[in-house]
């Protein structure tokens, strides 16, 4: 389903000033902004890909806020909302959020699938604390070879070609 072109707009520029006022650390002003551009999406809002994004938004608030019961709950709706499932930066906050909640089992979950899904760049923003943390509870693959190590490979004498 898609939204009327109208409420789009508008639900587009309410987020859009929400921004704005969030980068300077206006975040109680963002947040309404957020919430009533929530407000505008027509029945269940987990229905609209808009969603997933407003929740995000809202969630970021309250994580900057330190407020994680909340941060957790917005996450917790946008990963129900469409392409909220499998979006790395959604699970990494539902995890980082579960984890500051004392939620480990779960924050490890959540923070694999941002893993998976992100690569070890998504955390390159964040407190170290929650790589090091989903270290201490999966066995992460070290950096992939590079281009070079993997020619050096296919060209080693010392290893019999592949038979078909």
């Known amino acids: 389903m898609q939204l009327p072109d109208d409420i789009l707009a508008e639900i587009t520029e309410l987020c859009r000033r929400g921004d704005a006022l969030a980068g300077p650390g206006r975040l109680d002003e963002a947040?309404?902004?957020?919430?009533?551009a929530?407000?505008?999406?027509?029945?269940?809002p987990r229905d609209w890909a808009a969603s997933t994004w407003i929740y995000v938004a809202?969630?970021?608030v309250h994580f900057q806020?330190?407020?994680?019961?909340?941060?957790?709950?917005?996450?917790?709706n946008a990963?129900?909302?469409?392409?909220?499932?499998?979006?790395p930066y959604?699970?990494?906050?539902?995890?980082?959020?579960?984890?500051?909640?004392?939620?480990?089992?779960?924050?490890?979950?959540e923070l694999m699938r941002a893993f998976m899904g992100g690569g070890p760049g998504i955390f390159d923003e964040d407190d170290p604390k929650y790589l090091a943390f989903?270290?201490?509870?999966?066995?992460?693959?070290?950096?992939?070879?590079?281009?070079e190590e993997n020619r050096m490979?296919?060209?080693?004498?010392?290893?019999?070609?592949?038979l078909d």
């Not at 990963?79 to 979006?87: A, S, T």
């Open 153 to 162: 490979c296919i060209e080693d004498p010392s290893v019999p070609p592949l």
């Open 38 to 44: 929530l407000r505008l999406l027509p029945g269940d």
């Open 31 to 36: 947040k309404t902004l957020y919430v009533d």
């Open 79 to 87: 990963v129900l909302c469409p392409d909220g499932l499998g979006n």
């Open 65 to 76: 806020r330190r407020v994680f019961d909340r941060a957790y709950k917005c996450f917790h």
């Open 90 to 109: 959604v699970h990494l906050r539902l995890g980082q959020t579960a984890f500051e909640l004392g939620r480990d089992d779960r924050a490890a979950d």
């Open 58 to 60: 809202i969630g970021d």
């Open 134 to 147: 989903l270290r201490t509870r999966a066995d992460l693959a070290p950096t992939p070879p590079s281009a």
